[in-house]
Nanobody, 124 residues
Framework: QVQLVESGGGLVQAGGSLRLSCAAS????????AGWFRQAPGKEREFVAA????????FYADSVKGRFTISGGSAKNTIYLQMTNLKPEDTAVYYC?????????????????WGQGTQVTVSS
């Protein structure tokens, strides 16, 4: 069974940077689609970034384009989210996810496996 674990969250000042990691264990496939989502208290879970099959394409929410970068090597079962120029509006619990099939990379219900989340808090 696939297990996903996020790390790298914490408290950072506005304008700072954080690098989140999502490590997969168990039987994993590094070529599968993976994504990052976030959820603030009282809000719906929202799409942040994703990478398609074999990492050949990437997708970003408009709110993070130019500031966040999703990456991951094909030789390792780890996905990263490099976050720069952080804003207080980025404060949320960040989740990583992986999918077994399909192409709907920006949709929550597309993913089959989810991590427990890591808290990111941006202060002004």
């Amino acid at each position: 069974q696939v297990q996903l674990v996020e790390s790298g969250g914490g408290l950072v000042q506005a304008g700072g940077s954080l690098r989140l990691s999502c490590a997969a264990s168990g039987r994993t496939f590094s070529s599968n689609p993976a994504g990052w989502f976030r959820q603030a208290p009282g809000k719906e879970r929202e799409f942040v970034a994703a990478t398609g099959w074999s990492g050949g394409s990437t997708f970003y929410a408009d709110s993070v384009k130019g500031r966040f970068t999703i990456s991951g090597g094909s030789a390792k079962n780890t996905i990263y989210l490099q976050m720069t120029n952080l804003k207080p509006e980025d404060t949320a619990v960040y989740y990583c996810a992986a999918a077994l099939s399909g192409y709907a990379y920006t949709q929550v219900n597309f993913y089959d496996f989810w991590g427990q989340g890591t808290q990111v808090t941006v202060s002004s």
